[in-house]
């Protein structure tokens, strides 16, 4: 960012533009709508400036400009289009202390205008740092179609009544009193008037301020496997109205983002064998801001009923008759099958699928293995990169073909997705040289779909390779 977008206070103070003809009547139009004062040099000026003066909108004065003229200034635009009276007014104004503005020369220029959409005291300020001016009129076009004109009519109301809706408690009692002015009644009755307003504002007061406060709640949300467009609707709507979430290393950046700017975020990021937060500590964090009033999100990667402890969270908030919800997500082994082309069922080869974890509470877990061993299983095993050795020996100790194809998705979803085609066999020493940081899924019974359309079958490549898409 070259330029950083402020709203700089004008209010009673001077601003100054030298020029008279089309770019001055443009910039006008603008600085028209602020309640500075504005002083005009111009020795031509046209004849709409001429008017505005006349009807005491501005200060105008038949001559161009000299030193001093751009006193107490807080901007100055040189909008002769002319570049060398350009640059001698911009100098003027620079050392009388005006921040300075030449129309049409985006690198002498000390700010910039940017596009503006008005609905006073709502402004909406469009910029592109000069690179596509037309890009940010069609902005502007679209917001102005989508910004109700009542709008402005609503926040200025609504600014007035700031100090009187302070009797309600902070936080989401407040939030929920202006989301229902601004959304619901406010839009309903200004039709009808400033009045009619300003007492639908009093009626909702007096609701908000009898209305028995809302109970907090908490979601538990799958947020699926990283890439934000695979979060569903619904997980997205709650993120956008939480006030905690409280998430997992897992939660890719994107999905994080998508949380209110005001939310509370907490990191409970449980790192697979190194520091984590422990599992009772992360219970009573949520039941603490549950019980605070909070609509508590508790965002865990995938599908929050897969590998995810949710039900002592669930039980910790039962505890405590705390309301909650669980919002399904995409897990892990969903995404990891549709990267590959494949399907975790299929007729005639697997009428079955089995969700392992490589650990359980005990160390490596313990699986049906003669019942994987037979041919055609297939087996999405969460968290096993550490248990493949493991895994491979008790699978071909129940008799699995060794060359059973093996594929190991990491980072399924994300830019960084990464995908191992390997076979029982060979699967523990091309998971160590494929040195995978990220979260890795681990296929059992499936190849790529595209190695299986070339060797006219269901098994992997026999020679482990690693690909980064
Ligand atoms: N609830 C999650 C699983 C949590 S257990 C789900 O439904 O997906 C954590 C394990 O999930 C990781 O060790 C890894 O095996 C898998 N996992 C999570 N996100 C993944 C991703 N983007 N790509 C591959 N595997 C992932």
Avoid at 74 to 97: K, P, Q
Avoid at 214 to 238: M, S
Avoid at 314 to 328: G, N
Wanted: glycine share 8%; net charge neutral.
């Amino acid at each position: 960012m070259d330029h950083f977008p402020v709203f700089l206070r004008v209010k009673g103070r001077r601003i100054v533009l030298s020029g008279g003809g089309d770019a001055a009547l443009a910039k006008l139009r603008l600085i028209l709508k602020t309640t500075a004062h504005i002083t005009v040099f111009a020795t031509r000026p046209d004849p709409q400036i001429i008017a505005l003066a006349e009807s005491g909108k501005l200060t105008l004065h038949q001559r161009s400009m000299a030193p001093g003229d751009a006193l107490c200034a807080a901007l100055f635009y040189a909008a002769d289009e002319n570049d060398t009276e350009d640059a001698r007014t911009s100098t003027i104004a620079r050392a009388d202390g005006a921040l300075v503005n030449i129309v049409d020369n985006l690198e002498d220029s000390q700010f910039i205008t940017p596009a503006i959409v008005d609905r006073d005291p709502v402004t909406v300020a469009i910029g592109t740092e000069g690179a596509a001016p037309v890009l940010a009129r069609a902005i502007k076009a679209d917001l102005e179609t989508r910004l109700p004109p009542t709008l402005g009519t609503l926040a200025r109301i609504g600014k007035s009544f700031r100090k009187m809706a302070d009797a309600l408690p902070f936080g989401r009692p407040r939030r929920d009193f202006w989301r229902a002015f601004y959304f619901d009644a406010g839009p309903e009755a200004v039709a009808k008037g400033e009045l009619a307003v300003r007492e639908s504002l009093n009626d909702l007061l007096q609701t908000h301020l009898h209305r028995e406060s809302r109970p907090g709640q908490v979601h538990f949300i799958g947020a699926g496997p990283g890439d934000p467009d695979l979060l569903t609707l619904k997980a997205r709507r709650i993120l956008d109205e939480a006030d905690v979430v409280i998430h997992d290393r897992l939660i890719s950046q994107p999905v994080l983002e998508l949380a209110r700017r005001e939310a509370l975020m907490i990191d409970a990021g449980k790192e697979g064998f190194g520091p984590s937060m422990r599992q009772e500590d992360i219970n009573a964090l949520i039941v603490e801001h549950a019980k605070n009033g909070a609509q508590v999100v508790r965002l865990k990667s995938g599908d929050a009923t897969v590998f995810g402890r949710l039900d002592e969270e669930i039980d910790a908030v039962d505890e405590h008759h705390i309301q909650w919800s669980i919002v399904p997500g995409i897990t892990s082994a969903s995404a990891a099958v549709a990267t590959i082309g494949q399907s975790l069922t299929k007729r005639g080869r697997n009428s079955s699928v089995r969700f392992l974890t490589g650990h359980d509470t005990k160390g490596f877990a313990d699986h049906d293995w003669a019942a994987l061993a037979r041919p055609g299983e297939v087996a999405a095993i969460y968290m096993g990169k550490k248990s493949a050795r493991f895994i491979q020996g008790r699978l071909i100790m129940h008799g699995a073909d060794r060359q059973t194809p093996v594929t190991v998705v990491e980072n399924a979803s994300r830019p960084e997705q990464r995908i191992l085609e390997t076979t029982l066999d060979a699967l523990p020493a091309a998971l160590s040289a494929a040195d995978m940081t990220g979260p890795a899924l681990t296929i059992y019974g499936l190849a790529r779909r595209q190695a299986a359309a070339l060797t006219g079958f269901d098994t992997a490549n026999a020679h482990p390779r690693q690909e980064a898409f």
